[in-house]
């Protein structure tokens, strides 16, 4: 198993071992920007369309997905999963499967559980209507101590494991819960005799971490995310441009430097679980070189990281794919008179196959002006 020795992250052979990597948003936790869509949370997806979001599944990421992604050159992926896919009828076997797509061409994952039951926010990448009920609810807690109990068991042994993400984007303001839920956690996964790194994510969406500085136990890091200057990154302003003046602050590869040296004083590996841009171009903003900066920052202070994401529909708000779909079909974006699922219900009508099929990855173009910049990154 891979260990933490120090602010590093050592293989069992002592050598060190640095992750860089992609996420696979959007796939086993739907979210509906990436469908061309407004976000909604996916068990409506879900209910609206049940055919269709097991052919998504199906095809959105495939075996043929983690060869490109190891011959692209990363050597990790995170893999964001909804609880309620272990706990439907063949959803466990399902992940099995998806992992050892990527584990048996030796490429690391981090399992990383997006949404909680009953909502860690009140955010769809939660799948939450409004409410994170998770906080409000002991017996949400209790089920969420339950299945990672289970997961440990399952993954337990593979050493391509990289670790566990075991809760995204935490919000509360009961920080004793979130901390009393962390230390369970780590308690139930090391009773099964799991030696995995665990990953403990910040308060208000992985970025405050300074209460959990007490908790960095043996195998245990730290795991933020970087989405700053928000109103730039998921373009909702878009004459926005990079360096820049946003909000009245000066954002820079300096002023980035100075935001994420707070992380660095913990002694442990931290892990940038995601960070990434909606891309502009044709209109380009100078997004790559927020791109090109954060990674320089990341490489100077020896942070490992994941890349969101890995494909999505093409000029949505927030963060989209290193593989982009801009389709012409009129099944999916935002040229569409129902934009997002609403659309592809209305579709599934008329030719259900190739609505299932225009998600297949050799329908997404490869953004290779991102990719050059990340490239000189990988590990």
């Not at 819960?177 to 099964?192: A, P, S």
């Not at 300096?254 to 841009?277: D, N, Q, S, W």
């Not at 099944?331 to 209305?346: A, D, S």
Request: glycine residues 8%.
């Amino acid at each position: 198993m891979l260990k933490i020795q120090g602010k590093d992250i050592i293989d069992k052979a002592g050598r060190k071992v640095r992750l860089t990597g992609i996420s696979l948003g959007g796939w086993l936790m739907m979210e509906g920007y990436m469908l061309g869509g407004r976000n909604i949370p996916e068990h409506l997806i879900r209910n609206t369309a049940p055919e269709f979001a097991t052919e998504f599944r199906n095809r959105f990421i495939t075996p043929k997905d983690a060869e490109t992604i190891k011959n692209l050159g990363f050597n990790c992926v995170r893999m964001p999963f909804n609880y309620r896919l272990i706990e439907e009828s063949g959803g466990m076997e399902f992940l099995k499967q998806a992992v050892e797509w990527f584990t048996d061409l030796k490429t690391y994952v981090i399992l990383d559980m997006h949404a909680v039951p009953g909502s860690q926010n009140r955010d769809w990448h939660s799948d939450s209507e409004g409410i994170a009920e998770f906080w409000q609810n002991k017996e949400h807690r209790n089920h969420y101590l339950r299945l990672w109990d289970q997961l440990s068991k399952v993954f337990k042994d593979n050493e391509y494991i990289a670790g566990y993400d075991v809760m995204n984007e935490p919000v509360t303001d009961r920080v004793d819960f979130l901390k009393e839920t962390y230390k369970q956690v780590v308690e139930v996964i090391r009773k099964n005799n799991d030696s995995h790194i665990i990953f403990l994510e910040g308060n208000n969406w992985a970025q405050v971490v300074d209460f959990l500085s007490n908790q960095l136990s043996e195998n245990v890091a730290l795991s933020i995310h970087f989405y700053e200057p928000t109103k730039f990154v998921f373009n909702q302003l878009p004459n926005l441009t990079y360096p820049g003046r946003i909000d009245g602050v000066q954002w820079n590869k300096m002023r980035i430097a100075r935001h994420l040296k707070k992380y660095t004083i913990y002694g442990v590996p931290i892990y940038a679980g995601e960070f990434g841009i909606a891309s502009r171009c044709p209109r380009c903003k100078k997004e790559y070189a927020w791109v090109r900066d954060v990674l320089h920052i990341f490489k100077n202070y020896g942070f490992h990281w994941t890349y969101w994401t890995y494909k999505s529909v093409g000029g949505m708000p927030y963060p989209d794919g290193l593989f982009q779909l801009f389709d012409s079909s009129g099944i999916i974006g935002r040229e569409t008179e129902h934009p997002g699922i609403e659309n592809i219900v209305f579709k599934l009508k008329e030719d259900p196959r190739k609505v299932y099929e225009i998600f297949g990855t050799k329908n997404f173009a490869l953004n290779k002006k991102l990719m050059n910049i990340i490239k000189p990154f990988l590990c």
